[in-house]
């Protein structure tokens, strides 16, 4: 059984930077990614990244944010700099047990879909509040 724990969220300043913790990803096979909800919306994929490294970000935090995986110590990141208000938010850690789904186009190359169908494992949520 897979057991997912965030930590590292709370409040700053916009502009400043956060890193979230997700321990106990402990498949080096699994999928891993971030989603965040505010109440009244949907969840939200932020970043997912595969075994191999490849990750894919939301266009809203792309270039500010970076997904990472640490497999020998059972551990995936999300490091988040430039903070913004619209980042205020509940993040979720999940991992998926039937590793990431690939999307190939006509050359070969793939994308990773950032759906939360394809997660199985989640974590409770650490809480983001970012202020002006």
């Known amino acids: 059984q897979v057991q997912l724990a965030e930590s590292g969220g709370g409040s700053v300043q916009s502009g400043e930077s956060l890193r979230l913790t997700c321990k106990d990803a402990?498949?080096?096979?699994?999928?891993m990614g971030w989603f965040r909800q505010v109440p009244g919306k949907q969840r939200e994929g932020v970043a997912v990244?595969?075994?191999?490294?490849?990750?894919r970000y939301a266009d809203s935090v792309k270039g500010r944010f970076t997904i990472s995986r640490d497999t020998g110590k059972n551990t995936a990141f999300l490091q988040m700099n430039s903070l913004e208000v619209e980042d205020t938010a509940m993040y979720y850690c999940?991992?998926?047990?039937?590793?990431?789904?690939?999307?190939?186009?006509?050359?070969?190359?793939?994308?990773?879909?950032?759906?939360?169908?394809?997660?199985?494992?989640w974590g409770q949520g650490t809480q983001v509040t970012v202020s002006s």
């Open positions: 999940a991992a998926g047990s039937m590793g990431c789904p690939r999307r190939y186009d006509s050359t070969g190359n793939y994308d990773i879909p950032l759906s939360h169908a394809n997660f199985d494992y």
């Open positions: 990244i595969d075994t191999d490294g490849r990750a």
């Open positions: 402990r498949s080096s096979n699994y999928c």
